[in-house]
């Protein structure tokens, strides 16, 4: 009976991490699915959706392929044709009408809609669609007949490059679309019209659609350039930044606090812990008139007036915080002093002992504290919201979100919020797997291998 209940314990046990699993990380993965569709709202929600289906996937890398020779991002190019094959099922045999239409519609939303953009209309050609196939068929408990038509999209001459092109069929009502080389984006006026808001996507086109909108349909009004990819880049740098300057002061501060002896130690370590009980927002404002001054006019000796609207207040106002310090003293004060003793006795200076010695053997806490520290300044939005604030290229990325919120919420585009809310997890995410070795690691383990 004890082996019985030993499993049975088990059982319990995995289950419930199973459950907390799920529950935890089930939202997410929807969420993730949501912003792959074209309509995220859609209810009620389906794991089953076009941008899922591996046919798509297929048909989405030829037409991108034959598009402009890209099957990853898809598009078309001047002198590029290919055929677009779609089928209706007629409950009455006769033949449908099929009317077929490149939409002189705008290329994106919100930010998109403000940049002149050439319309597919104006360039490509649309032949069909052309009838290629009929056979009898049954859709539920009617019995009818499918046709299959083929259309040409054909780019002449000379041209921009187009990076979509959309088409519209229409049918008459009790006509029903069956099959198509690519699902269409959506069914409007009943069914009558089917909708591509892009025939030549790509693979990662049409797969990750609103990512690949996310990085093109931001663009400085300036410079033309993606500003969702500056804004990327802005935050990988201050992350940065972030990271080698509290692992560097954090460390020596928490060293000199831990092994040490000099004068206004103790009570300085308890005005340190004192200052992380207070919360940022009751000191915002201060700091805030600090850089606005350029630290006490300081900043004026280097011919700069102020320090907002620039990343060197960013960064010189969170240097290193009194969390990265304490977190580093703790884990000091847990290495045996015998190991120091021993490099001092080799004739090694205090600096020497901390950076050859303690440090290789402090890497657990290095790692967790770089992953706080980065988690911490990629998704800081407070402080960055209060100092930058013009122009938008300075952004970074959870301001930039920001905007897409105000750009295409008010649209209803949600699909494009996901996605930049999603990519923005996965820096973190990386990280996170790269170092969780070192959560588990111990000082002695890092003694070791020493």
Request: hydrophobic residues 50%.
């Amino acid at each position: 009976m004890a082996p019985l209940r030993i499993w049975t314990r088990l059982a319990w046990v995995y289950g419930l991490l199973l459950a907390f699993g799920v529950f935890f990380i089930g939202p997410f993965v929807m969420g993730f699915l949501a912003s792959l569709k074209a309509n995220p709202l859609e209810w009620p929600f389906t794991l089953r959706f076009a941008q899922v289906n591996p046919k798509n996937w297929t048909a989405a890398w030829r037409l991108g392929w034959e598009g402009a020779g890209n099957p990853w991002l898809g598009g078309m190019a001047p002198g590029r044709s290919l055929a677009f094959d779609v089928a209706y099922f007629s409950p009455g045999g006769q033949e449908p009408e099929v009317l077929a239409v490149i939409p002189r519609r705008r290329p994106g939303a919100g930010m998109g809609a403000v940049f002149e953009a050439p319309y597919a209309a104006d360039y490509v050609r649309l032949e069909g669609p052309e009838l290629v196939e009929v056979r009898a068929a049954t859709l539920g408990d009617q019995e009818g007949t499918v046709f299959r038509y083929r259309l040409r999209l054909i780019y002449p001459g000379e041209g921009p490059f187009l990076e979509r092109v959309p088409l519209d069929l229409e049918t008459p009502r009790g006509v029903v679309l069956v099959g198509a080389t690519l699902d269409p984006t959506r069914l409007e006026r009943r069914g009558r019209v089917a909708s591509w808001d892009n025939v030549v996507p790509g693979l990662l086109g049409y797969v990750f659609h609103n990512y690949v909108r996310a990085f093109r349909e931001t663009r400085s009004l300036e410079t033309g350039e993606s500003l969702f990819l500056r804004w990327t880049l802005n935050s990988f740098l201050l992350a940065l930044v972030k990271v080698l300057t509290t692992l560097v002061f954090a460390s020596m501060a928490g060293y000199a606090l831990a092994r040490l002896r000099f004068p206004g130690k103790q009570p300085l370590f308890l005005f340190m812990l004192f200052s992380m009980m207070v919360p940022a927002q009751v000191t915002f404002i201060s700091n805030y008139l600090v850089l606005r001054d350029g630290i006490f006019g300081l900043s004026k000796l280097f011919g700069v007036d102020t320090l907002l609207n620039t990343y060197t207040g960013l960064v010189l106002s969170g240097l290193v915080g009194a969390g990265a310090v304490f977190i580093m003293r703790q884990f000091f004060e847990s290495i045996p002093r015998e190991v120091e003793e021993a490099a001092l006795i080799d004739g090694a200076t205090p600096v020497q002992t901390l950076f050859r010695i303690v440090l290789p053997m402090s890497t657990p806490a290095l790692g967790a504290l770089a992953i706080l520290t980065f988690q911490g300044a990629w998704n800081e939005f407070f402080w960055p919201f209060v100092v930058l604030t013009s122009p938008r290229d300075i952004y970074t990325l959870p301001l930039g979100l920001l905007s897409f919120r105000n750009a295409y919420g008010q649209v209803g585009d949600w699909g494009l919020i996901l996605a930049g809310g999603f990519f923005s997890m996965i820096p973190v995410l990386v990280l996170f797997m790269v170092f969780q070795r070192y959560f588990v690691e111990g000082p002695s383990l890092g003694a070791l291998r020493e």
